[in-house]
């Protein structure tokens, strides 16, 4: 009686537990979408708000024929606000993802006391919802006030004559409804793993897939392979037709557009093997192998880390490579008088910065990403640390192994995201342009770009580990282990 009685209590008091365990990892997770949110909420209202502000100017000042740029202006800035928002998607979708692979024995229970996985899918979209929202409109906030006390300390200084600028304009809402259905398909797409979770996982051990299981899951692999490779054929065929006629880069678009989703699926196989050899070159001890093992053992967590990383460095890599590399072209034409090509300089030096700046911006959502990604690993492998405590290994030592696996996964990305935008930032410039000079030029790397990308590399690989390495060495042996 006592045994029969005991196993729906254990049974409910596991439920119970699994409804409220995973509150830590919530948190962290929503923590991130929201602050995501809220930063391309801002982006985009500044963005927004600045050509509001460029158009009031021009017509307070008469200069009503070049009021014409504030449209072309709009269009840019819809372009890189798109972009902003894809990384921010990307970004989320792998937060809400990382979450979900840390509670499969708690999504697991629920499912078998009879919740469904559409309801628990739903449950997170309605999250999504609810964080997305709060952080576009603190957001949108933010960047009204930014752009405003901005426009108002260019008057105070002189850099601009003083005009009636508007402190709010209602395109804003479009940042604002646009964050928010990103972070709603987002969450609905980073979910999708509930729909997976069956009861019987409640007995398993493995919540993340394995490199042997990903690379024999055959649909994966087999189109990423096709898409990198139709798409690596029509960039090739673009810089050739590109010779003849500038409509090559339309052809060489498309390529790299399904090239690029081929990486972005096949990442999960790509990265891991190249981030265990940058960790196995930063040492040979238990604490670098270790670390480069963790990248292989868990290739889809690694992947959602770092991918975001990846997209936002191939993208300033990429225009800073055909900026340069028009340049080069435009040397070898050489049809241009001294003075004009000083001041063309000039104008592709200025487009540059400004670019790299926009462009770089979805380096801090995905450096955001990648901090989120990395604590709540952390948290997901609290037995695995104790485990590593109880067998001998100090805390200077854990927290060298979390800041080694935050090194060799940054340090991999950045590697991987150069060696993208610099080929396809020449694919783009020699499909473009081939055709003023009729033959291949080679690409032209600009090298203090190149610096500033380790740079900030560099900055995000230690405020990555910071809060996941502090964390690490605060469990507790005993309290680890004692983890259901």
Known sequence: MSATSTAPEAQASSAAKAQRAPESQQSSGGAAVVIVSALSAAFG????????????????????????????????????????????????????????????????????????????????????????????????????????????????????????????????LAPVIAVTAATIIASWVGSRRVLTVSPIA?????????????????????????????????????????LQSPSGVLVSLGGGMLSFVGVIIGAPVILPPLMSLVGSALGRGPVPRLAAANAVRNPARSSRAVIGLVIGITLVTMFAVASETFRAITLQFGQMEPEMYAAFEQVIDVTTAIMSVLLGFSVLLAAVGMVNTLSLSVMQRRRELGLLRALGFTVGQ????????????????ALFGLLLGVFYGWVGAQATFGSLVGQLVPPSIPWVTVAAVLLVTLLITVASSLLPARRATRVSPVAALAVD
Not at 72 to 98: E, K, M, P, R, Y
Not at 203 to 213: D, K, L, R, V, W
Request: proline share 3%; aromatic share 4%; charged share 10%.
């Open 202 to 242: 409640a007995t398993s051990s493995s919540a993340e897939p394995t490199m042997q299981e990903l690379r024999a899951g055959r649909g994966r692999s087999v189109t990423a392979t096709i898409l990198i490779a139709l798409g690596i054929a029509m960039l090739i065929g673009g810089v050739f037709f590109g």
């Open 45 to 172: 209202t500044v963005l927004i708000m600045i050509v509001a502000d460029l158009a009031a100017y021009f017509d307070a000042m008469g200069l009503s024929e070049i009021g014409a740029l504030a449209s072309v202006l709009g269009t840019v800035a819809a372009l890189f606000f798109a972009i902003a928002l894809f990384v921010g998607a990307v970004v989320t979708s792998n937060s809400v993802a990382t979450v979900i692979a840390g509670r499969t024995k708690e999504i697991a229970l629920l499912r078998l006391i009879g919740a469904s996985g559409r309801s628990l899918r739903r449950r997170t979209v309605r999250e999504g919802l609810v964080q997305g929202a709060s952080g576009a409109v603190a957001g949108a906030s933010l960047g009204v006030g930014l752009t405003a006390l901005g426009a108002q300390l260019a008057i105070t200084n002189g850099a601009l004559d003083p005009f009636p600028f508007p402190i709010v304009h209602p395109a804003i």
């Open 398 to 413: 854990v927290r060298r192994m979390i800041v080694t696996e935050a090194v060799a996964m940054i340090a991999s990305s």
